[in-house]
């Protein structure tokens, strides 16, 4: 049954496309945004963790809103397993430059002098590599070369890297110290409690166009309980509990709707 036609919603609630002015002030968001920029000033390295769904790419996003566009490049880069060959590529990729070269010299020189050329035109590069946590060592090994510039007088290139929480665990060994050793930075991203929690689904449910307690208090930690605090499993909660409640011709989520719900998800 289409909840949202039963509920009334002018839009989809909790969805992932959810505009930058509509986001909930997350605790801890703007304290990230400032390390962010601190670290984007200095050309710097920031890091940002948290579990899984508890909002890292969307902070991240929202962030990245605080750049104007005319003034920064935001090179964007998806981290895989991949070697570093791979991620450089990645890097060039989102250069809009290709390669076929299997040389890692050529590619990082070809990187370097993109990154300058931005940075004659007036623009600050900007590096930012998302599930940061799935490179491997090597790769953390080698990132910084892209950041150095005549002997490391030049700060021309400020990287910030967000994955989950073993993303420090690497940034701690040896061979990734040059890198670490630059970080000015580190913004952990916490679940919810459950004021914040009631929050950010009251706060969901009004830019849907909904601003009746559509969840019972009950049902309210019901979410907490099951999402654990976590943003993406509440969504999924939320919703499941919606749809369950709809079916049933509820005009109100339950806990036993949400108890249904989490039968469904992972």
Same mark, same amino acid.
């Given at each position: 049954?289409n909840?949202?036609?039963?509920? +009334?919603?002018?839009?989809?609630?909790?969805?992932?496309?959810i505009?930058?002015?509509?986001?909930?002030?997350?605790?801890? #968001?703007?304290? =990230?945004?400032?390390?962010?920029?601190?670290?984007v000033?200095?050309?710097?390295?920031?890091?940002?963790?948290?579990?899984? +769904?508890? +909002?890292?790419?969307?902070s =991240?996003?929202?962030?990245?809103?605080? #750049?104007?566009?005319?003034?920064?490049k935001? %090179? !964007?880069?998806?981290?895989?397993t991949?070697?570093?060959?791979?991620?450089?590529?990645?890097?060039? %990729? !989102?250069?809009?430059?290709? $390669?076929?070269?299997?040389?890692?010299?050529?590619?990082?020189?070809?990187?370097?002098?993109?990154?300058?050329?931005?940075?004659?035109?007036?623009?600050?590069?900007?590096?930012i590599?998302?599930?940061?946590?799935? #490179?491997?060592?090597?790769?953390? @090994?080698? %990132?910084?070369?892209?950041?150095?510039?005549?002997?490391?007088?030049?700060?021309v290139?400020?990287?910030?890297?967000?994955?989950?929480?073993?993303?420090?665990?690497? #940034?701690?060994?040896?061979?990734?110290?040059?890198?670490?050793?630059?970080?000015? +930075?580190? !913004?952990?991203?916490?679940?919810?409690?459950?004021?914040?929690? $009631?929050?950010?689904?009251?706060?969901?449910?009004?830019?849907a166009?909904?601003?009746?307690?559509?969840?019972?208090?009950?049902?309210?930690v019901?979410?907490?309980?099951?999402?654990?605090?976590?943003?993406?499993?509440?969504?999924?909660?939320?919703?499941?509990? =919606?749809?369950?409640? @709809?079916s049933?011709?509820?005009?109100?989520?339950?806990?036993?709707?949400?108890?249904?719900?989490?039968?469904?998800?992972?």
């Open positions: 049954m909840y949202k036609n039963f509920f +009334g919603f002018k839009k989809q609630p909790f969805a992932q496309d505009k930058i002015q509509d986001l909930y002030p997350l605790p801890g #968001l703007e304290a =990230l945004v400032e390390r962010f920029m601190f670290a000033q200095l050309c710097a390295v920031m890091v940002i963790t948290g579990d899984v +769904g508890s +909002g890292k790419s969307t =991240l996003r929202y962030a990245c809103s605080k #750049l104007h566009p005319s003034e920064y935001v %090179l !964007s880069v998806l981290a895989n991949g070697t570093v060959l791979e991620m450089n590529r990645q890097i060039l %990729l !989102s250069l809009a430059q290709e $390669t076929n070269t299997n040389s890692i010299t050529k590619v990082v020189k070809t990187i370097r002098s993109l990154v300058l050329e931005i940075a004659a035109r007036k623009e600050r590069p900007l590096l590599i998302d599930e940061a946590h799935l #490179l491997r060592l090597e790769v953390f @090994a080698q %990132l910084h070369v892209l950041a150095q510039f005549e002997f490391d007088s030049k700060p290139l400020p990287i910030v890297l967000c994955g989950q929480n073993n993303l420090i665990d690497k #940034l701690l060994y040896h061979t990734s110290r040059p890198l670490s050793s630059r970080v000015v +930075g580190k !913004s952990h991203l916490e679940s919810l409690n459950l004021k914040d929690m $009631t929050g950010y689904l009251h706060h969901h449910l009004e830019i166009g909904i601003k009746e307690r559509v969840f019972s208090e009950d049902a309210v019901a979410i907490h309980q099951g999402s654990g605090g976590l943003l993406r499993r509440a969504n999924a909660l939320a919703r499941g509990g =919606l749809t369950c409640a @709809a049933e011709n509820c005009l109100q989520v339950t806990a036993e709707h949400v108890r249904i719900a989490s039968t469904e998800i992972i």
